[in-house]
């Protein structure tokens, strides 16, 4: 009676892992697509508008706010990141693409959209324009690694396949050139997607790091923010302080999440070189 119910166990058991390898739904991948389609589009709107911005006038002064509009925007856009990652679309952690979204909605939002050069002309915030300037141009070629299909290549290749055939699992000669053409275009997005951040990852903290330094005098000066005592709440809050808290959790943080990503790119580079032995 026993070995009925291991059976029926294992084959249960199987069943369940299967059902939890599954990769996401083609209404889902659907949707993922047209997710990241928009989101490239708008980072390179960025990326223009910043280049002809400096052309234009020949120096970073005012840079950030030539492109002010659309960086709000699509930085807080990357917040359905989060969700994705909780309804299980994408299969990355929740926590840490949580850490890493939300500190560029903070900075773009708590730091850069309440420090402004313009309200004053006592902040003289140089450092903070640079700064901008320098988080707004890494972040347009980070966002298309941050917001990509994190689908592998053969996966994502045999799903478009399967429903461009009409669910048959079979394509004419041209859909299978043209698939193979995805195929080698995917498959070159994932080795640059896994190296580039290598470089540009540091850079962008670093620019982080700068924006929110160059603020803290200003935030200082003004109390922007702070809450100060006495009060009916009998509350304090002193955001320069907490402003300086962020910076230092940046040395716990950003190893985590950089040596995260480079486990990813040695797993990912790993399939992809499985899968060229099989063909």
């Not at 026993?2 to 991948?29: E, F, Q, V, W």
């Not at 990326?47 to 002809?52: C, N, Y």
């Not at 394509?171 to 995917?186: H, M, T």
Request: one cysteine or more.
């Amino acid at each position: 009676m026993s070995a009925p119910a291991m059976g029926t166990s294992k084959t249960a058991h199987s069943d369940s892992s299967n059902k939890r390898k599954k990769g996401p739904s083609t209404l889902a991948i659907a949707y993922l697509v047209i997710y990241n389609v928009v989101m490239t589009a708008g980072w390179l709107v960025i990326a223009v508008g910043l280049v002809r911005a400096y052309l234009a006038r020949g120096s970073y002064h005012g840079l950030y706010y030539s492109i002010e509009k659309p960086l709000k925007f699509f930085q807080t856009g990357a917040l359905l990141e989060i969700l994705h990652c909780a309804m299980g679309i994408v299969p990355s952690s929740v926590v840490l693409t949580g850490f890493q979204v939300m500190s560029r909605v903070f900075l773009t939002w708590a730091v850069t959209h309440s420090v402004r050069e313009r309200r004053t002309s006592e902040l003289k915030c140089i450092g903070v324009s640079k700064a901008k300037t320098v988080f707004s141009f890494l972040w347009w070629p980070g966002r298309s690694r941050r917001s990509s299909v994190t689908l592998s290549t053969p996966s994502a290749c045999s799903t478009i396949c399967l429903t461009s055939s009409n669910g048959q699992g079979k394509a004419s000669q041209s859909q299978s050139s043209g698939f193979l053409f995805l195929e080698k275009c995917l498959t070159y997005y994932d080795l640059h997607r896994y190296t580039f951040f290598i470089v540009l990852y540091p850079m962008g903290v670093s620019g982080e790091l700068l924006t929110i330094y160059a603020a803290l005098p200003y935030v200082q000066k003004t109390g922007l923010y702070s809450i100060t005592l006495p009060n009916k709440y009998n509350f304090s809050f002193d955001y320069h302080t907490f402003l300086i808290l962020i910076m230092i959790s940046y040395i716990p943080l950003f190893p985590q999440l950089y040596f995260h990503m480079m486990r990813q790119r040695k797993k990912v580079l790993g399939h992809m070189e499985e899968y060229s032995k099989v063909e």
